[in-house]
């Protein structure tokens, strides 16, 4: 990841690494719901 001072608003980058975030969350809570861990 590249060290970059937020100097303008990315919101675009903002959106994906939200979304990215959220696939992985709800993978994890659907593996944890399907396996009862």
């Known amino acids: 990841?590249?060290?970059e001072p937020?100097?303008?608003h990315n919101l675009r980058?903002?959106?994906v690494l939200l979304t990215i975030a959220a696939t992985f969350f709800a993978?994890?809570?659907?593996k944890?719901?399907?396996?009862?861990l």
């Open 1 to 3: 990841m590249a060290a």
């Open 6 to 8: 937020p100097k303008r």
């Open 13 to 15: 980058t903002a959106l």
């Open 27 to 30: 993978g994890f809570m659907i």
């Open 32 to 36: 944890v719901a399907l396996f009862g």
